[in-house]
């Protein structure tokens, strides 16, 4: 997807921003993949049956493209023996299996060894809610961040996703990228492209910083500021869409101005988003934070992706009502 702006109008014409429309993360890095692919010989993409590439860009990916079958622990140690001999493999597996069955692997021969593996992890999140917890990735954030010299990336959307995949060529070290499994939205049109351990303010408010990361959190966020502008209550939004290196400057500087952070993430509230934004105002300049994300449990219902936020309250209105709560504001009242 092209970060170009909109073409010049003719003169004594405006036209309207117009959102891109929804796409879904996997499909935006596989698409800017299979783009570059011809021109760097380095490339190769390893697959687990994950029904990413169909035969048209299996056959467009040609001799660079492998799948591995369901084999996620091998896959891992293929990826690193390849980028020890001086390929870039790009990889695509399930998050819940990149962060659990295979990270062994992803610890020991990649990430032990600063390997240049892009993990490519689809189905973040509660993205594969109706195949239950057992393809639900509600910890990949925490392990990843853990392991030293992993870099973590969750996109908030297509967009972000494609032009995470060119930075990537120049990163030396592994790679961790959380992606989605269905289209969502494009984030609002104007955001300047992203660049890896910088976060990206969405709006500037005095009252309270919402910091977020993925497609439906950042949404989320973005429509609590809208509906408590209204409010009187003005709201920076942070999408903090890399997790290690993290942006602790652009953090403190958002919290200087209001002393209260609310944190919003498609992931277990310990060790994600919410963790390392404690971590890092618990350090430099503490300041409240309010950690909305899933509670300590399994999830315990059936149903899809949207849904399932619902049902767990990963929502705009849980927003607006956690910062009215810490503002003292009463729902509807209007502040000075």
């Avoid at 996997?26 to 692919?37: P, V």
Wanted: with cysteine.
């Amino acid at each position: 997807m092209s970060w170009s702006a909109l073409a010049t109008p003719p003169p004594q014409e405006t036209l309207p921003a117009v959102p891109a429309p929804p796409e879904a993360t996997r499909t935006a890095y596989r698409d800017r993949l299979l783009e570059l692919l011809p021109t760097d010989p380095r490339l190769i993409c390893l697959d687990t049956d994950t029904g990413l590439f169909g035969p048209d860009q299996t056959a467009a990916a040609g001799a660079q493209y492998l799948d591995l079958g369901i084999a996620e622990h091998n896959l891992m140690g293929i990826a690193a023996g390849l980028a020890a001999s001086g390929r870039m493999p790009f990889v695509n597996t399930m998050a819940a299996f990149a962060a659990t069955r295979a990270l062994e692997a992803v610890k020991i021969d990649i990430a032990y060894n600063a390997l240049p593996v892009r993990i490519m992890a689809t189905h973040g999140g509660l993205a594969a809610g109706h195949l239950g917890p057992t393809h639900q990735a509600l910890e990949d954030l925490a392990v990843m961040r853990a392991l030293p010299g992993m870099t973590v990336v969750v996109p908030a959307d297509a967009a972000q996703a494609a032009a995470f995949v060119d930075r990537s060529l120049a990163l030396p070290g592994p790679l961790y990228v959380r992606l989605g499994r269905k289209p969502t939205p494009a984030l609002p049109p104007g955001t300047p492209p992203p660049a890896l351990g910088r976060a990206q303010t969405l709006r500037r408010g005095r009252d309270a910083v919402l910091a977020a990361c993925g497609p439906y959190p950042v949404q989320a966020c973005l429509a609590a500021a809208e509906e408590l502008a209204g409010e009187g209550v003005e709201c920076t939004v942070l999408n903090l869409h890399t997790l290690r290196p993290f942006d602790t400057a652009a953090l403190v500087e958002a919290a200087d101005h209001s002393g209260l952070v609310v944190t919003v993430e498609e992931h277990w509230r310990s060790g994600g988003l919410g963790g390392a934004v404690a971590e890092a105002l618990a350090e430099a300049a503490p300041a409240r934070v309010l950690r909305i994300g899933m509670p300590d449990t399994f999830v315990d219902t059936v149903g899809g992706h949207e849904h399932l936020l619902a049902h767990y309250g990963i929502t705009p209105a849980r927003v607006a009502d956690t910062v009215r709560r810490a503002l003292g504001i009463a729902p509807g009242a209007t502040t000075d």
